[in-house]
């Protein structure tokens, strides 16, 4: 679909709703719609301009295309608020005469229930759009300020572009995370000394216990041992065995990870899994406390002599399914990691659009509300 998306100010203005309309932008963008942000100054010239076209595909700061072009025109705050009432009417009397295109009256601020615009007296109609509004306890400030029934307001909760606020490389942005209720990082090149069978029998026994799981291992085969391809080979009979094939991911199966990419699945794990049987020192201990990250790793001295208290210990000897107890019992307490996950599944913009956006989009124009 084409769309516009109107606010009174834009990027790289700073405010909540200019962030909200730029992430929801990019995410229409990620979902094939083509998308312009408009200002009063760039929305007259699309209405006026019969002859103005974009400048480039899927560009949000191109030429906008005539009005009568788009699919949909999202108005953000411009109908419940005083900055520019001449261009509130303008979009009323639009909304009239271009009833093809979806018109989505946003609603982030209120003027009628907000004191600090007690002096103004607002005296606008209720547009005849589909309303829409961030919150439920903004739906029913609308609904009583404009007398719509509640449920003619639909309720769209703000996002974020995770994949940004975290800086994703789209390497790491395109892994099939979403669903995945705790995901564990294991940064190690295949060498049978990382251990990483157990790590996958740990996260079977994730699994049994019904959670949703996702098991991360950075490196591929060292190519300084020729037994690497071997080892390599048994643990990916041992996935299929395990039937761990949806929770297992051996991201150097298909080309090495930047440390860009690194970096990210830092941002995006919530604990790291470091069983190994022997080590040196163990680097990525330190690169999981810069980032924050609770750390379960095997009960080796040096591993003490690095942490100290630190971390999770367990010994390499334990049953994995013990093993995957100890991370549950952590997880289930463990309210800072459970509520990103929450905001990741919930609040990505992405995920905003294509479960509530989308289907109004594409809903008859007769769904609209009137007072």
């Given at each position: 679909m084409r769309l516009a998306i109107l606010h009174f100010t834009l990027p790289p203005v700073i405010g909540g709703v200019e962030r909200v309309i730029r992430d929801q932008a990019v995410a229409l963008q990620r979902l094939g719609h083509q998308v312009d942000l408009m200002d009063r100054k760039r929305f007259d010239v699309a209405f006026a301009d019969p002859k103005a076209a974009p400048e480039k595909q899927g560009d949000v700061n191109a030429t906008p295309a005539p009005l009568a072009n788009y699919d949909g025109v999202l108005?953000?705050?411009v109908m419940t608020m005083p900055f520019d009432l001449d261009w509130t009417r303008q979009l009323q009397a639009l909304s009239r005469q271009h009833p093809q295109i979806r018109w989505i009256n946003w609603v982030h601020d209120l003027c009628a229930v907000n004191p600090a615009y007690r002096h103004i007296t607002w005296t606008e109609p209720v547009p005849a759009m589909q309303h829409v509004a961030v919150s439920e306890a903004r739906r029913q400030e609308y609904a009583q300020a404009t007398g719509l029934p509640a449920e003619s307001i639909q309720v769209i909760p703000n996002g974020l572009d995770v994949t940004s606020v975290l800086g994703l490389t789209p390497r790491i942005a395109a892994l099939p995370l979403a669903q995945a209720e705790l995901v564990l990082l294991h940064p190690a090149r295949l060498v049978r000394r990382k251990n990483i069978e157990l790590g996958m029998k740990i996260t079977a026994g994730l699994v049994a216990r019904g959670c949703r799981v996702a098991y991360l291992i950075t490196g591929a085969p060292d190519p300084h041992q020729s037994d690497g391809?071997?080892?390599?080979?048994?643990?990916?009979?041992?996935?299929?065995?395990?039937?761990?094939?949806?929770?297992?991911?051996?991201?150097?199966?298909?080309?090495?990870?930047?440390?860009?990419?690194?970096?990210?699945?830092?941002?995006?794990?919530?604990?790291?899994?470091?069983?190994?049987?022997?080590?040196?020192?163990?680097?990525?201990?330190?690169?999981?406390?810069?980032?924050?990250?609770p750390i379960f790793c095997s009960d080796l001295p040096v591993h003490h002599e690095v942490l100290g208290e630190a971390a999770h210990y367990f010994h390499t000897g334990t049953e994995p399914d013990l093993i995957s107890a100890q991370i549950m019992r952590w997880y289930e307490s463990c309210q800072p990691t459970r509520h990103r996950r929450l905001l990741l599944q919930a609040h990505d913009m992405v995920r905003i659009c294509q479960e509530h956006l989308e289907p109004l989009l594409l809903a008859a124009n007769d769904c609209f509300s009137h007072p």
């Open positions: 108005i953000h705050n391809v071997a080892y390599h080979r048994e643990l990916k009979q041992l996935e299929e065995v395990l039937q761990l094939e949806s929770q297992v991911h051996f991201l150097g199966d298909q080309a090495p990870l930047e440390e860009a990419d690194v970096r990210s699945l830092y941002a995006v794990a919530d604990a790291l899994l470091f069983p190994s049987t022997g080590e040196g020192f163990g680097l990525p201990l330190l690169e999981a406390l810069a980032h924050r990250m």
